[in-house]
């Protein structure tokens, strides 16, 4: 008896493996699949007439008429225009002290100096056809000196034409980097 407990499932396990190593399904080759393939597509062009040839279509044209409330100046890309902004510039420097009254009073001279000048064709090409109202001389504190410089330019090359103008009334004129505000 102990050995019929044995074996019986010693034989189930046999009979486990043996029947799942066994398939009823027949295993199809790719070339039957491409034949079979092959014939759906052959029945299906005896069916299909339809011409399009036979039916010509033409899009509705399409008239569309907006109205908005958008801002004209937005609408031609002009949104920053009149917009000022502080970026990395050049300015010309025509005096540096540690006395603020000296500072003050060559800060008073180029303020002059451009009143009696800014209308010049000199002045004019330097600014590109737009003089700006305000004079652009500023008077900068950075510890320890006070600096008088003049213009707010984005390219060196405009500051060179004005360093070249300035150099008459100013000899010591040299250009500076300088944050400067500008007006898209």
Not at 58 to 66: G, I, L, N, Q
Not at 73 to 96: K, N, P
Request: proline content about 5%; glycine content about 2%.
């Amino acid at each position: 008896m102990a050995l019929v407990a044995r074996i019986v499932p010693l034989l189930c396990t046999c009979l486990l493996l043996l029947s799942g190593c066994a398939s009823i399904e027949r295993v199809t080759d790719e070339e039957d699949e491409a034949d079979e393939a092959a014939e759906t597509a052959r029945a299906l062009a005896e069916v299909e007439t339809f011409d399009v040839d036979q039916y010509p279509l033409e899009a509705p044209e399409r008239v569309v008429d907006v109205t908005h409330r958008v801002p004209a100046q937005l609408m031609e890309v002009r949104a920053a225009a009149g917009v000022e902004r502080t970026v990395d510039g050049y300015r010309v420097q025509i005096f540096s002290t540690d006395d603020r009254r000296a500072a003050d009073e060559v800060y008073t001279e180029a303020e002059e100096w451009w009143a009696s000048n800014r209308d010049s064709d000199k002045l004019r090409e330097v600014f590109a056809d737009a003089v700006p109202e305000e004079p652009p001389v500023h008077l900068i504190y950075r510890q320890p000196l006070y600096r008088v410089r003049v213009g707010n330019f984005t390219s060196q090359e405009q500051a060179r034409e004005l360093m070249a103008v300035l150099r008459d009334s100013f000899s010591d004129a040299f250009i500076a980097r300088s944050p400067v505000t500008v007006r898209q």
